[in-house]
């Protein structure tokens, strides 16, 4: 290396090491005083959310179950199996030589003055794959992120050919990393690391990126027997470089970096090549040192590096998994502190105490995902376990750390579990699971958090059976579980959506991809005959009337994917209407034709995005047209319950805003109250209770009405399956208490049941259709009124409707569908909708004598 650049890089250093101090000062100021603030400003850099919250593909999510490897589709191999074993072992049995490489000034360490690429768009990490598949070799680390994350993820990757330094927003390119995971896996590419068992794993973890054929600087230190195995002696050793390893405990989601994370991230990967190398060479020399040249194994303590360091690879990423959550951080915890002059009850006592504060800390963690010292420091559940503080100033005094906003939020179930000894883990968890479902819950879903749910809701019986005491034996009482497990299990499609059948005109034009059902509709009247058949094509034996062209139908014969038209997921999608359907259901016949159009494909993630984005519009509705969304009122007159509905009744007292309570919010308050109303905080209670007031228009309530409030909103089936789980008569008493029907009758489940759960969409009547689609559903429910109930937004809907068609006729429809695809494309910003597909669709097509969907035909 040159005098001068060695120069430079010393006083960099030096500069560096200064800002590192500081920065470490500050960083244990902050520790101290534990602020937690979620947008931190460090070295000039910030965060504006939790970055995590814009992934769209977790590989890892935070439920109790097992970590999904790569499955690929060249190999027939189990899952349990690395995916690149077969590559790896090959490796093992014939190490590679690592490639000579000259780097531009003669392989001396280059010094870091020059530029390095920042990489934070997909096209720039293409044209890096792109690069890196013409390189023999190049040296990678990784940074990553853990304490605002349950399971941690990448938040940086520096990459480092001879020629260049790449540092990669891993945060910004989450979703498309697997553009790299060719380059990693092929055998033809030294991958050079320091010490890479870490960055193996997180690299499966975050982006199924698998490293086959790699070169750990820290393994042929060991083979060496140097002194230690750092990166910073190594770089001291080597390249005279001095770094300040504390560094690496920033927090590396911050954007921009800045100029001293910037260059310790580079340095980490920058000089690995040229380590390497020199590694290399004494590794030659020890072996021709130490075994006789004519000996054969000329590259005996190379190939051993090699083998060790590709070992590594071979290893796999799996979730930690404990007996019963929170087990091993309670038991860790319990031996810090216990003490031998404890008698055996208190022993016990402390032990489940411990436990639980473990095991709802754990829970909180993978909800919200936090790290657990993030949302309770090991050191404040000691305390809390041996004070048992009752009240909350109590509790945020006896933790050491300032409390995080999830024990602020969560601060009733904390105040519940060290007031009450008795207290179920079980029924903790079932309250944390109905404030879940409750709409203004603080718990957002997401896609760490969605398979925990669905998980907890069918495995808790089995999850609790264990606790240190070992006294706990944990029933099931799961009806409700039962029921949750169902209502998830039931919304997102089984299979294909889109089965891309075929319709061909005689004169063998395609008019439309379809779902089977209609195909067999025409073939069963006779109407066409069957062309082909996998995948199915009819040619229709009659003239149709329209073409696709006529109109801008074009969107008819695209055929669809079955994937998220949003995120493109394609491991499971549910339907979605962009449309909802309390409005929907009450268009004119005709207006109603273009449904395939707006019913598209979401994953769960997307789906709730979208909900939320259409719940915000429905309330801007509600309040432009002064149509509130829910009824209002029953008042109790005598034995007959009236109710009192905007648009049935003349109230001008109810007009305007969005309020009322939906049957799903008065469900699940009343199921709350009933269950575990004496034992819940009394703000809680209070709470739950303003609810199933509002909903009895502000009188007192009593137990029964809690009891009729179960049934409200659902069908006479639901009703009849609910009150046999529940060992529930279906007494007269329960039928009179559904509401009264004013010309409305209830008897066909509404399709609003669920609307504030991220699910309003997805209807039970659809549901009986099933499977294809969109198009079939609407076949056979004519009268749309049939559909409409008191409940639900039906009432709102149907005035809007109305309203709209009085003012401005069908024009006034087709706007109003557009606005509802415009809130549907702001709020997600769908990549994958289908071809032809536009927010503009008019969707007027005309019945031929024969379609499916000729009203006259329906009747
Ligand atoms: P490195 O291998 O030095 O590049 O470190 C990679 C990542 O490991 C860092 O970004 C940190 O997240 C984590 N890490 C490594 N060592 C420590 C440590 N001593 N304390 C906290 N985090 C660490
Ligand atoms: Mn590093
Ligand atoms: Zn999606």
Redesign the pocket.
């Given at each position: 290396m040159a005098g001068g650049s060695r120069e430079k890089t010393r006083a960099v250093i030096v500069v560096a090491c200064f800002v590192a101090a500081i920065s470490a000062a500050i960083l244990l100021h902050r520790r101290r005083k534990r602020s937690r603030s979620s947008s931190p400003k460090i070295g000039g850099g910030s965060i504006e959310k939790k970055p995590q919250e814009k992934f769209k593909r977790v590989l890892a999510d935070n439920s109790y179950s097992p970590f999904k490897h790569l499955k690929r589709d060249d190999k027939g191999s189990p899952t349990e199996l690395h995916p690149y074993e077969e590559e790896i072992t090959h490796l093992l049995q014939n190490p590679p030589v690592l490639p000579s490489f000259v780097s531009d000034n003669g392989n001396a360490p280059l010094d870091m003055s020059g530029s390095y690429t920042w990489v934070d768009t997909e096209p720039q990490l293409k044209s890096l794959a792109g690069i890196l598949s013409g390189e023999k070799v190049f040296a990678v680390?990784?940074?990553?992120?853990?304490f605002r994350s349950f399971l941690g993820f990448t938040a940086l990757m520096q990459i480092s050919t001879v020629k260049e330094d790449f540092l990669i927003d891993t945060i910004a390119l989450h979703d498309v990393m697997d553009i790299l995971r060719p380059v990693f896996a092929d055998p033809s590419i030294c991958k050079v690391f320091h010490?890479s068992d870490?960055d193996v794993i997180w690299l499966q973890r975050d982006f199924h990126i698998y490293v086959v054929n790699m070169f750990d600087t820290a393994k042929a230190c060991e083979i060496l027997s140097k002194p230690q195995k750092s990166l910073a002696y190594l770089l001291e050793v080597y390249c005279g470089v001095i770094t300040d390893k504390t560094l690496?405990?920033e927090d590396?989601r911050i954007r921009p970096l800045s100029v001293e994370m910037i260059k310790y991230a580079r340095c980490?990967a920058h000089y690995l090549l040229y380590i390497a190398n020199c590694l290399s060479s004494a590794l030659h020399t020890k072996t021709s040192s130490e075994t006789s040249s004519f000996s054969g194994d000329k590259l005996k303590f190379f190939f051993e590096a090699s083998r060790r360091s590709n070992a590594v690879c071979m290893q796999l990423y799996t979730k930690e998994t404990e007996p019963s959550p929170g087990t091993s951080a309670a038991t860790s915890i319990f031996s810090r502190i216990f003490n031998k002059k404890l008698d055996l009850a208190k022993v016990s006592e402390l032990k489940d105490i411990i436990w639980k504060l473990c095991a709802w800390r754990d829970l909180m963690a993978r909800i919200h995902d936090e790290s657990l010292r993030y949302v309770l420091s090991d050191q404040s559940i000691s305390a809390l376990a041996v004070k048992l503080p009752k009240i909350p100033q109590q509790i945020y005094g006896t933790m050491t750390e300032s409390p995080s906003p999830i024990v602020v939020s969560h601060i009733d179930e904390l105040c519940n579990l060290l007031k009450n000894s008795n207290l179920r883990i079980d029924d903790l968890f079932d309250n944390i699971l109905e404030m879940r479902l409750d709409p203004v819950g603080c718990c957002p879903l997401s896609a760490y958090n969605y398979a925990l749910l669905s998980q907890l809701s069918s495995k808790r019986g089995d999850m609790f059976n264990f606790s240190l005491s070992g006294s706990e034996k944990v029933a099931q009482t799961g009806s409700k579980r039962a029921s949750r497990e169902n209502f998830i299990k039931k919304f997102s499609c089984k299979s294909p959506v889109y089965h891309n059948c075929r319709i061909y005109a005689s004169d063998g034009r395609l008019l439309c991809y379809c779902d089977r059902k209609k195909l067999e509709w025409y073939l069963q009247r006779d109407l066409a005959k069957m062309v082909e058949n996998d995948p199915p094509a009819i040619v229709l034996l009659f003239e149709p009337k329209g073409r696709p062209d006529d109109e801008d139908n074009d969107f008819y014969i695209q055929s669809k994917h079955n994937i998220c038209v949003s995120c493109g997921e394609e491991k499971h999608y549910i339907r979605y209407r962009i449309i909802p359907s309390c409005y929907r259901m009450h268009f004119p016949e005709h207006l109603k034709s273009h449904r395939s159009h707006d019913i598209v494909l979401l994953c769960v993630d997307c789906h709730e995005k979208a909900h939320k984005a259409a719940e915000r519009y429905k309330r801007k509705v509600a309040e432009e047209f002064g149509i509130p969304l829910f009824v209002q009122k029953i008042v109790d007159s005598g034995e007959e319950k009236v109710i009192a509905s905007i648009g049935l009744t003349n109230n001008k007292d109810s007009i305007g805003g969005g309020k009322g309570v939906s049957p799903l919010q008065l469900r699940t308050a009343a199921m709350a109250l009933l269950r575990h109303g004496s034992s819940m905080p009394s703000e809680r209670r209070d709470q739950l209770l303003e609810t199933v007031k509002t909903y009895y228009g502000g009188r007192e309530v009593s137990e029964k009405d809690l009891e009729s409030a179960l049934l409200v909103g659902m069908n006479p089936n639901e009703r009849r399956r609910f009150g046999k789980k529940k060992g529930l008569p279906l007494s007269s008493d329960y039928k009179s208490t559904t509401l009264i029907n004013n010309g409305f009758p209830s008897n066909i489940g509404n399709g609003e049941n669920h609307s504030d759960n991220g699910h309003e969409n997805v209807s039970y009547s659809d549901n009986l259709h099933n499977n294809d689609s969109s198009e079939a559903c609407e076949v056979g429910v004519l009268e749309s009124d049939r559909r409409l109930s008191l409940l639900g937004h039906g009432p709102h809907g149907k005035l809007v409707v109305e309203q709209l068609l009085e003012n401005y006729g069908e024009e006034g429809i087709l706007h109003f569908c557009q606005k509802w695809r415009e809130v549907f494309v702001e709020a997600l910003q769908p990549q994958f909708l289908p071809g032809g597909w536009n927010i503009k669709h008019s969707g007027k097509r005309d019945f031929g004598e024969y379609s499916v969907y000729n009203p006259a035909k329906k009747a």
């Open positions: 680390d990784t940074e990553q992120h853990s010490g870490n690496q405990r590396w980490d």
